[in-house]
């Protein structure tokens, strides 16, 4: 995706305008020389942090340095990280669906099977449902079960 110039300039402004103790109004005017200067480098670039790398290695910073702090910027902006927002997104669903429904550990172990479906998928659900048909003790955590049969280490409780 490419920007008109005009739409650069816009955001631009906005980028010099949120971090204006960082980046000098005159960060337009570098881009387009250090694009003119340095565009058929940065296009070799895999990513952003190797376009800095360039830019560091030409040693390019003294003419650019509000290019450098834009890259450094937007290099250390967080990121968000989708299975871990999927894993409370899940928990979040379960909880408005069934709070009123269930006690607090099932609700508890319902949201680390749905978090820690990749290790619950390998196991035998007919067998696990086998063993809970079987015992005596009706309260028995199924969570408790499907851990001790994945040999899971983080639920060292015992039944």
């Known amino acids: 995706m ?11 402004t906005k980028l010099t305008k949120k971090y204006s103790n960082d980046v000098s109004s005159d960060l337009y005017r570098q881009l ?5 200067c340095a565009g058929a480098f940065i296009r070799k670039a895999k990513d952003p942090q190797d376009a800095l790398n360039v830019v560091m290695s030409l040693e390019m910073s003294v003419c650019f340095p509000d290019v450098v702090t834009a890259f450094m910027i937007f ?3 967080p990121v968000r990280v989708a299975s871990n927002e999927r894993s409370f997104s899940k928990l979040k669903l379960l909880k408005t669906y069934l709070r009123a429904a269930m006690s607090h550990d099932r609700l508890s172990d319902l949201g680390i099977l749905s978090i820690e479906r990749d290790s619950f998928s390998e196991v035998d ?8 048909a079987h015992r005596k003790a ?11 049969k994945l040999k899971l280490t983080y639920f060292s409780g015992t039944m």
């Open 2 to 12: 490419t920007l008109s110039d005009s739409d650069l300039q816009d955001q631009l």
């Open 32 to 36: 387009l020389a250090f694009r003119a």
């Open 75 to 77: 290099l250390t902006l």
């Open 125 to 132: 659900k007919r067998k696990v449902l086998e063993m809970f």
């Open 138 to 148: 009706r309260t028995v955590r199924l969570l408790y079960i499907v851990a001790r």
